[in-house]
T-cell receptor, first 111, second 114 residues
């Protein structure tokens, strides 16, 4: 079946360091992947997405890497700031046309 | 602001009550979704609507009843809920239904069933 999961439930980094959040997916037919950020008391907010014809995509301070060989997705945040503290979800575009979400990784930034 | 609003933001109800959650999107999208978010679990898709038509009911108990009067509004009617139904209920919308389209989420309704 389809499933999306995260390697680590929590991640703590020092302000200014780079953060890497990982995600594994199981459906090799998925061709769309997306990262969301959810701050306390808010709904998930879009960060960045990537399609399977790419292996890297960059945004403002964020980079998503896609390794289709091992079905692995990662989100890199450069120069992590306190405002980056949140839960980060990955999701894949499922074969049934719906996004399938992982459990989430909680990122804590230490000042 | 994502363009998706939800009311109320917080709701406490007894197991015999009837209440409704409301979602409105101002993005001109055609697809709307209800999700349930429980602690330490992935987002659970409940219902999907496309152009006001329900296209998916993800084995949701009948005590949850969705309603989509138009493409901009989505309701979730609640009755005789159980304590395990306590969760954050999120509404989302997207331009179309496909697993290759960004979904925009509302802030959610924090539901507590006593």
């Amino acid at each position: 079946g389809e499933s999306v999961g995260l390697h680590l439930p929590t991640l703590s980094v020092q302000e200014g360091d780079n953060s890497i959040i990982n995600c594994a997916y199981s459906n090799s037919a998925s061709d769309y992947f997306i990262w969301y950020k959810q701050e306390s008391g808010k709904g998930p907010q879009f960060i960045i997405d990537i399609r399977s014809n790419m292996d890297k995509r960059q945004g403002q301070r964020v980079t998503v890497l896609l390794n289709k060989t091992v079905k692995h997705l990662s989100l890199q945040i450069a120069a992590t700031q306190p405002g980056d503290s949140a839960v980060y979800f990955c999701a894949e575009g499922g074969s049934q046309g719906n996004l399938i979400f992982g459990k989430g990784t909680k990122l804590s930034v230490k000042p | 602001e994502t363009g998706v609003t939800q009311t109320p933001r917080h709701l406490v109800m007894g197991m015999t009550n009837k209440k409704s959650l409301k979602c409105e999107q101002h993005l001109g999208h055609n697809a709307m979704y209800w999700y349930k978010q429980s602690a330490k679990k992935p987002l659970e898709l409940m219902f999907v609507y496309n152009f006001k038509e329900q296209t998916e009911n993800n084995s949701v108990p009948s005590r949850f009843s969705p309603e989509c009067p138009n493409s901009s509004h989505l309701f979730l009617h609640l009755h005789t809920l159980q304590p395990e139904d306590s969760a954050l209920y999120l509404c989302a919308s997207s331009q179309e239904i496909k697993g290759r389209d960004e979904q925009y989420f509302g802030p959610g309704t924090r539901l507590t069933v006593t």
